[in-house]
């Protein structure tokens, strides 16, 4: 079977994934990753914990956000697994109690790892441009990096590339100093 006539990939091509593997539907094509590796796994879970209390929980900070870490997104027919996003409160006031969530983020945060790039600064980024996220991070742990975009006119504009042990205000969570060097802790 050439290229123009392979078979869409389906819910249940996801669902057949053993559970210790990441599935995702992008463009009706099944991607399965590995779980992320340590770096990659510290990384997110400092970021999250440094967003959560101030913005989420609102403590010591302004909260009205929901964050999520590897929540199953439902965007028109594909079917993404971000390592974190943000809605905000105003426009999700609670978390659904569902599978996939059908609302678009505010804020996505891709953690990069060598199994992942290639498929999160293609194609994933062209579906949350076209679904309208606002606001994207790419955290790169190996290179000790933290790419900023944001949504202007349909199309991803990098606003900022921060490295090393930097402290950064970045959008949308400006009023907090962010401590870079905690992402990349061993």
């Keep these: 079977m050439n290229g123009s006539q392979r078979r869409k990939a389906t819910y249940a091509d996801l669902e057949a994934v053993p559970p210790h593997r990441v599935a995702e539907l992008v463009d009706g094509?099944?991607?399965?990753?590995?779980?992320?590796p340590s770096l990659q796994a510290l990384a997110k879970g400092a970021l999250y914990c440094a967003l959560e209390g101030p913005f989420d929980?609102?403590?010591?900070?302004?909260?009205?956000?929901?964050?999520?870490i590897e929540p199953e997104l439902h965007l028109g027919e594909d079917v993404l697994v971000p390592d974190i996003v943000g809605w905000r409160r105003a426009r999700m006031p609670v978390m659904p109690d569902v599978v996939g969530v059908t609302l678009?983020?505010?804020?996505?945060?891709?953690?990069?790892?060598?199994?992942?790039?290639?498929?999160?600064?293609?194609k994933k980024m062209k579906v949350y441009a076209r679904e309208g996220v606002r606001h994207l991070w790419l955290v790169d742990p190996l290179r000790q990096a933290l790419e900023v975009y944001a949504l202007d006119g349909g199309r991803w504009a990098p606003l900022d590339t921060h490295t090393g042990q930097a402290q950064v205000y970045?959008?949308?969570?400006?009023?907090?100093?962010?401590?870079l060097g905690l992402l990349w802790q061993r």
Excluded: A, K, N
Aim: proline content about 12%; aromatic content about 10%.
């Design 104 to 122: 678009v983020p505010d804020w996505v945060c891709e953690v990069l790892s060598p199994f992942t790039e290639v498929l999160d600064r293609e």
């Design 170 to 179: 970045i959008e949308p969570f400006t009023p907090l100093r962010l401590e």
């Design 29 to 36: 094509e099944l991607y399965v990753s590995p779980r992320p």
């Design 57 to 68: 929980q609102g403590r010591r900070g302004q909260g009205g956000w929901l964050l999520l």
